[in-house]
């Protein structure tokens, strides 16, 4: 007897009767059973009856009531749901064994989609020993999917024996079979399925055709829409010629096999052609190393078992692409570094680079047990971000020509090879909150990888206009050089993604003629004193205007955060410039 007993199961609190008894006898053959039931709130499960070798005695009740089936350990996992009412009565454990029971499940669903109103009933069949099934399951007061057959454990070669007719079941009772190489599935199909073989590793025949089906492929994230026929094997599951729809209609063709040996061990031979089609549809939490929604027309090949896939894709990008590559994880170990100024810049600062290599190493993403092979052309139509840092708006962004190919081996490792020309672009240029400004990028920049996608080159010039008076920088006072003029700060960046060398310039192109001639001195003096040019670029984005020659700025510019020199330095502009500063626009 359980005395003021609990259990927890499923990770709820189960409540025992108090009255409840076990008594054994009969040298531990036979058991008496009294108000052996377990409670929790509503749900009830029970038992009561003898087990015993006197087949006069009473037979063992099993006796169940709105139970709600889940995945407790893993609630992230699809899992069933719905309220399970059952009974049954066992009799002849020592033999001749009798099991008769009835079973129904009020509005089972699975992962969320509804499948029916489940009842059905069992009876073993002791001559035989089978256990004879008959089961169905309803829609609307419409029967969608009955199961006949029985089951028969002590079978050696055979133990299920099962028919399915589909009247419009829905395809979601598929999703157990196919893992997470699939998801969202949705639709309805109509056929029969014939299981067969042992538990361990049944059979599945038949055919089933598919209406509004639906689909979400794992690892692009991208869903598709289809209706056609899925024809299942002893071992593969295929679909021939099967024309599938993404979110804004556009078409592709899929022709396959999933290869199985009851279920398990599963290998996929899939081709695919599409046509401006959704090929990628992911977030950042969802892959770190490139994400995106991207649009495109080609072929795919996917082949190889489900932990070991090699996917090859030949596509060239389509409107609507838009591709983000982060690379501000190891950006944001080493802002300090990324930006310094200083006479003669050495591309590829030794100390540095190697910080940022390190931070690469650690960023490694586990994507083994995945070949990819993916051979892009990039056309103006895609709109490519490599993210710098996004926390500050730190970004290059636009449209780009070229060819990409990224690569991810077995081992897990991603890579990226070919270059991109910039057509029409942007750089959000931040400094610590003093800076926030967007440049123009110039047509014609390069960026280029050849392996690391965190160690790629840049070839880069952006600019920056701003209506402002010459009056401070020109020395004779000139009636024209109080008026304003666009001044064009120039940004070169060449050398590595994450380490560039900055070069900074004026341009003056729109000046009036007649202040050409002191203009050309004032440039010139720039292009030997680089100090005075990094003051007036610093000027024009912080001001918006020019600071006077020859001004107490402070001897140096060496814009370096890791001594806070970037604060001093720009600290001693605030304190000696005359009049408010707008730093945000």
Known sequence: MFRQSALHLLDKDWTIA?????????????????????????????????ISPDASKPPLELLVKDFEPGHAEHPDRPAPGGRVNAQGTMKGVYGPLTINSTLGVDSLTYDGTLIGQVAGRGDW??????????????????????????IAPRDDTNQFNLTGTLNDAPIVLAQPFLGTLFRNLGGTGRGELRLTGKFAAPNLLGRVDVSNGRLTFGYLGTTYTFADRITFTNR???????????VLGNTGTVDGVVSHRGFKDMSLDIAASFRKMQVLNTTRKDNELYFGTAYSTGTARITGPTDDLNITVRASSEAGTRISLPLDNAARAQKAGYIRFVNNNIVGDTVLLRKVQAASAQEKIDLSGITLNMNLTITPEAYLEILLDESTGDVIR?????????????????????????????????????INKEFVVRPGGIISWNGDPLAGEMNVTAIYTQRTSLAPVLETGSSGSVAVVPVTAVMNLTGPLLLPAIRLNLEFNDAPGTLQGELAAFVASLRNDEQELNRQVFSLLVFKQLSPRGSSLGSTISLKGQDN?????????????????????
């Open 398 to 434: 636009g449209s780009a020509a070229g060819q990409l190919r990224m690569a991810i081996d077995t081992r897990g490792e991603f890579n990226m090879f070919g270059q991109v020309e910039i057509v029409r672009g942007a750089y959000n240029f931040t400094l610590q909150g003093l």
């Open 565 to 585: 020199s970037v604060q001093n330095s720009l600290g001693q502009i605030l304190s000696t410039q005359a009049g408010p500063a707008d730093l945000a626009n």
């Open 18 to 50: 108090a009255n409840n008894s076990v008594r054994i006898s009969d040298y531990g053959r036979e058991f008496d059973i009294k108000n052996l039931t377990f409670s929790n709130g509503v749900q009830f499960v029970g038992a009561q009856g003898f």
């Open 125 to 150: 069949d002791n001559t035989a020993s089978k256990l004879r099934v008959n089961l169905d399951v309803a829609r609307a007061g419409q029967s969608v999917l009955t199961v006949l057959g029985d």
């Open 236 to 246: 593969s599951i295929e679909f021939r010629n099967i024309r599938l729809r993404d």
